[in-house]
């Protein structure tokens, strides 16, 4: 993990703070002393919100994949509603 920053020193150094997410990764801010956000770079972000799989993937290798389920569509008209 990369550097702590007190907030004032944060806001004071917002550009340098900037330049370090990025080039070393998260920065934690504290307030108050205690820690309260981290500033990471988009591509730090991006990876971390990946998904691991495709959709596609995920629903081949699910345990459901190879249960034959049978799906029957009720074929009596639909009732009439009101409107």
């Given at each position: 993990m990369g550097k702590i920053w007190q907030l004032q020193e944060?806001?004071?150094?917002?550009?340098?703070?900037?330049?370090?997410?990025?080039?070393?990764?998260?920065?934690?801010?504290?307030?108050?002393?205690?820690?309260?956000?981290?500033?990471?770079?988009?591509?730090?972000?991006?990876k971390m919100i990946k998904p691991k799989t495709s959709l596609v993937n995920f629903f081949k290798n699910s345990p459901l994949a190879k249960i034959s389920i049978k799906i029957q569509r009720d074929k009596s008209f639909s009732r009439d509603v009101e409107i």
């Open positions: 944060a806001k004071n150094k917002f550009s340098s703070l900037v330049e370090q997410a990025e080039k070393e990764g998260p920065q934690i801010v504290t307030k108050h002393g205690k820690q309260s956000v981290i500033v990471l770079s988009v591509s730090d972000y991006q």
